[in-house]
């Protein structure tokens, strides 16, 4: 593997200022660091420096800005100044950005004798390099040498690269001295998404669910201290294709397990316009390439439903069905009454379950969409292990050109040792009635009809009812 040295000129270059009448506002000067994060990969980041001004015309550069920043987003605000121009340099000193702006210029291969450890400089001529192989080609002494064993030392820096992203404005103040400039800008690489965990009570009729909010930084930019902010809803964004960016780089994520569930903790509510805001009690750093949790919700014994359902599953035509399963739902109220009662932002909700040992398996998960306050929340689960139905039509008569008459059997089946509660749902077309029923049913709506039916464990029940139907085509 080679290495790349930076000889003493280079690094004297590196701290030379990138442009002689620029006002270069470091990190440093930070006075607060605030980001709203969104969930779809996107923030909003207003970063407060002071900045020492002149009357007139200034050049000044905002360093160690977000690397995934969309330029034509940047706000920059204070008392009496008026932005004239703005640039985003991302051209970052790398080693690999070093060679490849090397390219056709000379350089220095430094080997060293295994033995002696003496060290040997050959001047040569760098021919090619590329970045995702770490591969170079130089000439020597009129020799073509593809990766070459040593160190490629470079005699001077590239045109175009600087030590950190930053941001370039020129600007008229109207006053002269130090004053607070605040730049708001859209960026990238951040994003958050809800996490929660349920877990139910041995009847599984109510549950302890928490919640826990999973922010992630893609991005290779760090944020120090900031008061983050995350908004909850679904924000319109114009999507533009760019070409990736020279400083992103393939660094692996880490995770910060730290979780703050103490209830004074929990982040603070706000409702503003169609979105809600959950403001974190806390400053924290988000660091490159990192997943942070943080606790969003603690409540305990909600009711919960659990339902076996066959949606319009069991309507045989031609052919009988035979072990059909019924699908598992969950069911809860997000209401006050219910131990809840607050927006929950959408994300994946899992379940567990105790088993008698005292462990917890899993039993599922499901996606949970953005839910208001008073909604009644389904989730859909997976396929009932022991309850399921055979189906069969044992009568079918035509009344006329557009009427017929059908009589279906359905039995439903339990093979587990507790009763359960199966639902049948069918949806009907055209003028329909429901002419024998040897079970009562409920019309939810004007074309569609459901049936509960309590199935014995170990045991079977069976359902009868005729229907007829009038096409109105």
Same mark, same amino acid.
């Given at each position: 593997?080679?290495?790349?040295?930076?000889?003493?000129?280079?690094?004297?270059?590196?701290?030379?200022?990138?442009?002689?009448?620029?006002?270069?506002?470091?990190?440093?000067?930070?006075?607060?660091?605030?980001?709203?994060?969104?969930?779809?990969?996107?923030?909003?980041?207003?970063?407060?420096?002071?900045?020492?001004?002149?009357?007139?015309?200034?050049?000044?550069?905002?360093?160690?800005?977000?690397?995934?920043?969309?330029?034509?987003?940047?706000?920059?605000?204070?008392?009496?100044?008026?932005?004239?121009?703005?640039?985003?340099?991302?051209?970052?000193?790398?080693?690999?950005?070093?060679?490849?702006?090397?390219?056709?210029?000379?350089?220095?291969?430094?080997?060293?004798?295994?033995?002696?450890?003496?060290?040997?400089?050959?001047?040569?001529?760098?021919?090619?390099?590329?970045?995702?192989?770490?591969?170079?080609?130089?000439?020597?002494?009129?020799?073509?040498?593809?990766?070459?064993?040593?160190?490629?030392?470079?005699?001077?820096?590239?045109?175009?690269?600087?030590?950190?992203?930053?941001?370039?404005?020129?600007?008229?103040?109207?006053?002269?001295?130090?004053?607070?400039?605040?730049?708001?800008?859209?960026?990238?690489?951040?994003?958050?998404?809800?996490?929660?965990?349920?877990?139910?009570?041995?009847?599984?009729?109510?549950?302890?669910?928490?919640?826990?909010?999973?922010?992630?930084?893609?991005?290779?930019?760090?944020?120090?201290?900031?008061?983050?902010?995350?908004?909850?809803?679904?924000?319109?964004?114009?999507?533009?294709?760019?070409?990736?960016?020279?400083?992103?780089?393939?660094?692996?994520?880490?995770?910060?397990?730290?979780?703050?569930?103490?209830?004074?903790?929990?982040?603070?509510?706000?409702?503003?316009?169609?979105?809600?805001?959950?403001?974190?009690?806390?400053?924290?750093?988000?660091?490159?390439?990192?997943?942070?949790?943080?606790?969003?919700?603690?409540?305990?014994?909600?009711?919960?439903?659990?339902?076996?359902?066959?949606?319009?599953?069991?309507?045989?035509?031609?052919?009988?069905?035979?072990?059909?399963?019924?699908?598992?739902?969950?069911?809860?109220?997000?209401?006050?009454?219910?131990?809840?009662?607050?927006?929950?932002?959408?994300?994946?909700?899992?379940?567990?379950?105790?088993?008698?040992?005292?462990?917890?398996?899993?039993?599922?998960?499901?996606?949970?969409?953005?839910?208001?306050?008073?909604?009644?929340?389904?989730?859909?689960?997976?396929?009932?292990?022991?309850?399921?139905?055979?189906? +069969?039509? #044992?009568?079918?008569?035509?009344?006329? &050109?557009?009427?017929?008459?059908?009589?279906? !059997? %359905? $039995? =439903? @089946?339990?093979?587990?040792?507790?009763?359960?509660?199966?639902?049948?749902?069918?949806?009907?077309?055209?003028?329909?009635?429901?002419?024998?029923?040897?079970?009562?049913?409920? +019309?939810? #709506?004007?074309?569609?009809?459901?049936? &509960?039916?309590?199935?014995?464990?170990?045991? !079977? %029940? $069976? =359902? @009868?009812?005729?229907?007829?139907?009038?096409?109105?085509?």
């Amino acid at each position: 593997m080679k290495h790349f040295l930076l000889t003493t000129a280079v690094c004297a270059l590196i701290s030379t200022p990138l442009f002689a009448a620029t006002n270069v506002i470091p990190v440093s000067q930070q006075k607060s660091l605030s980001i709203a994060i969104y969930n779809g990969d996107i923030a909003l980041v207003n970063d407060v420096r002071t900045g020492d001004l002149k009357a007139g015309l200034n050049q000044i550069s905002f360093e160690e800005i977000a690397t995934q920043i969309i330029p034509e987003s940047a706000l920059l605000s204070g008392n009496g100044i008026q932005t004239l121009e703005q640039n985003f340099d991302y051209d970052i000193i790398s080693p690999a950005s070093l060679l490849k702006k090397s390219i056709g210029q000379a350089v220095i291969l430094q080997t060293e004798n295994p033995e002696t450890g003496e060290k040997t400089q050959t001047e040569g001529k760098l021919l090619a390099y590329d970045s995702n192989n770490n591969d170079s080609v130089l000439e020597i002494n009129g020799q073509i040498v593809p990766n070459p064993k040593g160190n490629i030392i470079l005699s001077k820096m590239p045109d175009g690269l600087i030590p950190r992203p930053s941001l370039r404005l020129s600007l008229h103040s109207q006053n002269a001295g130090s004053q607070p400039l605040s730049l708001n800008y859209l960026t990238n690489g951040l994003s958050w998404e809800a996490n929660y965990v349920a877990n139910l009570n041995e009847k599984e009729t109510d549950m302890d669910l928490n919640g826990f909010i999973t922010l992630t930084n893609q991005s290779s930019s760090v944020f120090k201290e900031a008061d983050v902010r995350l908004v909850s809803g679904d924000v319109s964004v114009v999507r533009h294709v760019v070409a990736p960016r020279m400083y992103q780089n393939k660094a692996s994520m880490t995770m910060d397990a730290t979780l703050y569930a103490a209830e004074g903790a929990m982040p603070e509510v706000e409702n503003v316009a169609d979105f809600y805001v959950y403001s974190l009690p806390f400053k924290t750093t988000i660091s490159p390439k990192q997943t942070k949790q943080v606790a969003l919700l603690s409540k305990n014994q909600v009711p919960l439903h659990k339902e076996y359902v066959f949606d319009n599953t069991l309507n045989p035509a031609t052919h009988p069905i035979e072990n059909r399963k019924a699908v598992i739902y969950y069911t809860f109220d997000n209401t006050k009454e219910n131990k809840l009662g607050e927006a929950l932002p959408k994300g994946t909700i899992r379940f567990y379950k105790e088993m008698k040992n005292g462990e917890s398996i899993f039993v599922g998960e499901a996606q949970l969409g953005h839910t208001p306050n008073q909604a009644h929340v389904r989730l859909r689960m997976s396929d009932s292990f022991d309850v399921f139905a055979n189906a +069969k039509r #044992t009568q079918y008569e035509k009344l006329g &050109k557009n009427a017929s008459l059908s009589e279906y !059997e %359905v $039995t =439903l @089946k339990n093979g587990s040792n507790e009763l359960k509660t199966a639902t049948v749902y069918k949806n009907l077309y055209g003028t329909w009635k429901i002419t024998k029923s040897d079970h009562d049913y409920t +019309k939810e #709506t004007a074309n569609r009809i459901f049936w &509960k039916i309590d199935v014995p464990a170990n045991g !079977e %029940v $069976t =359902l @009868k009812y005729t229907v007829q139907i009038t096409d109105n085509e």
